[in-house]
Every structure is written in structure tokens, then in C-alpha cells.
């Protein structure tokens, strides 16, 4: 039966109970410590609410969770544990431990800053934004207004925000021939 130590806000999956109790055995006593089999046990523990926030956190944005989000807080405890509980379902525990939130662990996370290479969800509306500017002809703001349906100032500002601030693409906006102007995306 696969079982979860989470030892502080590191949640590892182990393929036994033996295991997963051992690893929470050899833990640091004044660490948040337990080790689970299921949701019910996951809420009848001691975790308070801004613990499992933590524990959260912790792996929200790393792969494999890297299509979660970290919270400031959680409706309340049901909705804590329910959502902790369906993520670190995708932890494998065979053939090796898989650890979560441990500095240098795999899916540990990544050290801050932008990166060209960060992917959009495909048919997102930052992925769509993207393919316009990525086209010979680029785009115009109307163009980009009408995919995404956003306010102008919305795109301008996603342009110089989002895409070119915090993803470091290089967005240049020039007169087409006709006399448009039209924003591509230049690497």
C-alpha cells in the first residue's frame, strides 16, 4: 500500500507504510511530522490550516505540479485537504522515493528568475498571443485584442509585462507597409 511522510512542508511518497513511518521516525521531533495512507487521515491529523497552505506551497509550481498554483490561504480545511490530497496523488514511489519541496530533491524548486523556454498551456490565451507575434506579419493590437479579449491596454501591458518583463522576450512594434502597426516577436 503506498503511503505519504511529510516531514515539515515535504510530502514523500514511500511504497509501503513501513516506510513512510520510518522516514517520520528518523524526522526531527519538533518538525510537523506524519505519515498517511489516505485523505481521511490527512484531515483528522494536527496540521493547522496555514501548515497545509505551507505544505501547499511547497510543491505547487514544481514539476510534477507545475500547473498548480501557491494560495495565501484555502477556503478552510475540507478544501486543504481535498486539494493536497488529489495532488500528491502523481508522486510514484517505486522504483526510487519521490520528494517534494526538498532543496536539490528532483521537483525541487527552481531557482527564481524568468525563462525564455517557460511553455504556455497550449490554447491559452498567453500561448495564442504568442503564435500572432511569432507570424511573419506579426500582429496588431486590434488582432491581439480580438484573440484574447482583452482591453487594449490589457495586451499593451502583457506585451511589456508578462511576455517581455518577466519571460524576457523581445517585442518590437513597427509600421507595416500598408501603414499598421504591428508588434512581433523578435528573439
Not at 14 to 35: D, G, I, N, W
Not at 38 to 56: D, M, N, P, R
Not at 88 to 107: D, H, N, W, Y
Not at 141 to 167: C, D, I, N, P
Request: no cysteine.
Amino acid at each position: 500500500m503506498r503511503a505519504f511522510a511529510i516531514v515539515e512542508t515535504n510530502v514523500t511518497a514511500y511504497p509501503t507504510v513501513a516506510e513512510a513511518k520510518q522516514a517520520v521516525a528518523a524526522a526531527v521531533p519538533s518538525e510537523p511530522r506524519l505519515a498517511i495512507t489516505s485523505e481521511a487521515e490527512l484531515a483528522s491529523s494536527s496540521l493547522s490550516v496555514g501548515q497545509l497552505v505551507e505544505i501547499w506551497n511547497g510543491f505547487a509550481g514544481v514539476v510534477p505540479f507545475d500547473d498548480l498554483k501557491p494560495v495565501r490561504k484555502f477556503t478552510d480545511r475540507k478544501t486543504a485537504v481535498a486539494r493536497i490530497w488529489r495532488a500528491i496523488q502523481r508522486l510514484a514511489p517505486a522504483p526510487t522515493v519521490a520528494t517534494v519541496g526538498e532543496p536539490g530533491a528532483q521537483g525541487a524548486p527552481k531557482k527564481a528568475g524568468s525563462s525564455k523556454e517557460a511553455t504556455a498551456r497550449q490554447g491559452s490565451k498567453k500561448a495564442q498571443v504568442i503564435e500572432l507575434l511569432g507570424r511573419p506579419e506579426g500582429a496588431t493590437l486590434q488582432q491581439l485584442v480580438e484573440a484574447t479579449g482583452w482591453q487594449a491596454h490589457s495586451v499593451r501591458g502583457f506585451l511589456s509585462g508578462t511576455l517581455a518583463k518577466k519571460l524576457g522576450h523581445k517585442i518590437t512594434r513597427r509600421k507595416r507597409d500598408d501603414g499598421t502597426s504591428a508588434y512581433f516577436l523578435t528573439e
